[in-house]
């Protein structure tokens, strides 16, 4: 099993991650950043367990984030 880890407080909102991956990425009406959904947070670090065929995909989304502030273990 790997993770996503989400380093939300740097987000700047580009929409890239929620464009290229909609089934785990939204974005917030209320601060304009993106959410890892479901994911499980604290403070501004968020991390979410995702299933092995969701990984390459996951890989590109963090490699396409402008700010690098998604990372995958
Ligand atoms: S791609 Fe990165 S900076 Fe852009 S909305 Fe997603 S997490 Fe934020």
Redesign the pocket.
């Known amino acids: 099993m790997h993770k996503i880890i989400?380093y939300r407080n740097k987000?700047?909102?580009?929409?890239?991650?929620?464009e290229q991956q909609p089934v785990l990425?939204r974005?917030s009406k209320k601060d304009g950043?993106?959410t890892l959904l479901k994911s499980t947070g604290k403070k501004d670090v968020f991390i979410l367990s995702i299933p092995d065929a969701l990984v390459v995909h996951s890989q590109d989304?963090a490699r396409?984030?402008?700010?690098r502030?998604?990372k995958i273990l």
């Open positions: 989400h987000c700047i909102g580009c929409g890239v991650c929620h990425w974005m950043k993106a989304v396409a984030c402008p700010v502030v998604i």
